[in-house]
């Protein structure tokens, strides 16, 4: 059957994908205006001089038909046809894919033996080689999750026009924007979630990066009188068994809305918090925000490089001498210094390893009052009811401190209240008071990935650094960061075990051990006696948030805990076997809408006895099944 003469400008309508909220007199109107089609191709010629009854006749049957067209576009039975001529996404032929595979995965042979201080004590010396940047502008203007350069300072550096929210969001704030010469990212966070605005020219932006699933609904949204696409979910793969297998999750803690305009090509995502009061956006809030874009945008204290002082600067405005540490631990370089007015203290940063990572040390220092475990404990909500985090609280030892004058709080605590301005991740912080000043130290706690912490011992090193007055032999055991497999099995009163096949080019990095009598901690409810293996291998994605692809090894006695059965009710585990012992493994991969970068994450659990086995594993895409297995039976 010979098309009609409308065909074309019919799927031209259809590919621009017009929702029901567009002015489809006016779409209409423009499209026949612009039409460059000729009357010997057999379409319509708007050069044709309409005075011919019949040709005033064609003229409204044309607008009965587009208006039909734009009618049927907003039914459902629309929004299913226009589904088949995406703009900004590619649809996959199926609802699941597998992520892409990266080196091949080898296992070798390794002995506890060999695992020598000198070995531990090097990988923490020596730094990582940083891998390539996912953003070419990362060193200067910070990485995804922590970028630092203003709007005006990125739109130096490209060839496009920047564009942010006019105003932006109650509880939001502009945390910052980086990315590329082709295209750039604008990140608002709060405690409701974030907002990622990307933008770049339309040529530079590849819908083939935008795969959704067969099945994924697409929902046809107007951006003022522009057409755009709004889709929710994301591509993960919660207790799927096969290696590196996800599928398209549909729900709206991801949302995504793409669009064009003038030449530029625009993708805002909306990321919810897991603590807020679910979802702060849908598709007409996202909607109203892409359509209020500005070139001149609010802004609310982003981060930059030039936010941080010199150490000499800090001083100027407090009015006292600023002091740093004599001992740090190996790894830890100084990023800057800010001024916090309201307590008249200096916060000196410190970041490990990546230098653009979020600092994960901070000191502050003040001489004024000590600041309370009030003052900076996280406040986080649900429901519009605040949540009480515990904090853990002990009464240390520090080398010229009065007693009663120092305290740890562990779990549930941000120096970011009281030193603001920079984003920092701490979760742990030591108080005391020593000749007339008061000091917090913040750092993180040992989260088994790769990320700089710090050990209660080490917190001790630190302040006894400032105050002079030494308490803790050079050689004290640590703990918290055991040197040796070997150490870890000579501290157990159970039998410990260690694997004798290992992934290749991954090293020993540290162990722990907690007495059964030992507070509670990040990965232990406390009654339980523990140690901890350490394994890493190289950074997960550029590395700037400091995770490494990690295998962690936990041991726990503790008779009458949680049994196989107990844990398989959380769903999606399926059964394994090590050694002839029941096991239950899960495999968890996910697909980052933003990055584009994947990661999965496996645990395999099993009991012999009383003690519990677990064998946790972070990689950029999935460890077979198999080799976990055999790295949990070649633990002796």
């Known amino acids: 059957m010979k098309n009609h003469p409308l065909t074309p400008i019919l799927h031209d309508l259809a590919e621009d994908g017009i929702p029901a909220e567009v002015d489809y007199r006016a779409a209409v109107r423009a499209r026949l205006e612009t039409s460059k089609t000729h009357a010997n191709q057999g379409a319509f010629s708007m050069k044709t001089s309409f005075t011919h009854p019949r040709r005033i006749a064609a003229i409204a049957f044309l607008a009965v038909l587009l208006l039909m067209a734009a009618a049927l576009v907003s039914t459902p039975q629309g929004q299913a046809w226009a589904q088949t001529v995406l703009r900004f996404f590619t649809r996959s032929e199926s609802n699941t894919h597998l992520i892409p595979t990266q080196d091949p995965l080898t296992l070798i042979e390794v002995s506890p033996a060999e695992e020598t201080p000198a070995q531990a004590e090097q990988l923490i010396v020596t730094p990582t080689p940083r891998p390539e940047a996912l953003l070419p502008f990362n060193d200067a203007c910070g990485s995804l999750p922590y970028p630092r350069c203003t709007i005006e300072q990125i739109g130096k550096m490209v060839d496009f026009p920047v564009k942010g929210l006019a105003a932006i969001p109650e509880g939001m704030e502009l945390t910052g924007a980086s990315g590329g010469t082709e295209n750039i990212i604008v990140m608002y966070a709060g405690s409701r979630g974030a907002l990622y605005l990307a933008q770049g020219p ?323 409810s406390g009654g339980s006696e523990d140690v901890y293996l350490l394994y890493l291998g190289s950074p997960i994605g550029d590395g700037s948030d400091g995770r490494y692809a990690s295998i962690f090894i936990a041991q726990t006695f503790a008779p009458g805990q949680q049994t196989l059965d107990e844990l398989a009710m959380g769903g999606g585990y399926e059964t394994a076997s090590v050694n002839g012992q029941a096991a239950l493994h899960r495999q968890d991969c996910w697909e980052d809408p933003v990055t584009r970068t994947t990661a999965c994450y496996q645990t395999l659990t099993w009991f012999v006895d009383d003690v519990r086995y677990e064998i946790d594993v972070f990689l950029e895409k999935a460890l077979p099944k198999d080799m976990l297995i055999a790295i949990a039976e070649s633990m002796k």
């Open 202 to 524: 339309a040529g530079s932006d590849d819908p083939q990066l935008f795969e959704i699933s067969s099945d994924t609904l697409v929902e046809a949204v107007s951006i003022g009188n522009l057409p755009g696409e709004y889709i929710q979910g994301g591509w993960s793969g919660l207790g799927i068994s096969e290696a590196g297998l996800v599928r398209w999750e549909t729900h709206e803690g991801i949302q995504t809305l793409r669009w064009e305009q003038d030449g530029m090509r625009y993708t805002l995502w909306f990321y919810a918090s897991k603590t807020g009061d679910g979802p702060l956006f849908d598709k007409s809030g996202l909607a109203a925000l892409a359509s209020q874009l500005t070139a001149k945008p609010a802004s609310s204290g982003a981060i930059s490089q030039a936010a941080y002082l010199t150490i000499e600067q800090a001083a100027t405005r407090s009015g006292f001498a600023i002091v740093e540490p004599a001992w740090l631990p190996a790894g830890y370089l100084l990023a800057g210094a800010t001024y916090a007015p309201e307590w008249n203290g200096v916060c000196l940063y410190y970041s490990y390893r990546l230098e653009a990572a979020a600092p994960t040390l901070t000191l502050f220092q003040s001489n004024g009052q000590l600041p309370s475990v009030e003052d900076i404990k996280i406040k986080q909500f649900y429901n519009g009811q605040p949540i009480d985090i515990p904090v853990s609280i002990a009464a240390p030892e520090i080398g010229g401190v009065e007693p009663g004058y120092a305290l740890l709080a562990s779990n549930g605590v941000n120096l970011g209240a009281i030193c603001g301005g920079i984003e920092m991740t701490t979760n742990k912080a030591l108080l005391w008071r020593f000749n007339g000043m008061s000091f917090v130290l913040g750092a993180v706690v040992d989260n088994f990935n790769g990320r700089g912490f710090l050990s209660d011992v080490e917190m001790r090193r630190v302040a006894e650094s400032l105050t002079g007055v030494a308490t803790l032999p050079a050689d004290a055991l640590d703990p918290e960061r055991l040197n040796s497999v070997e150490v870890a099995k000579s501290l157990a009163g159970f039998e410990v075990k260690s694997p004798t096949l290992m992934l290749a080019g991954f090293y020993f990095d540290h162990g722990v051990y907690y007495p059964n009598d030992a507070p509670p901690g990040f990965w232990r």
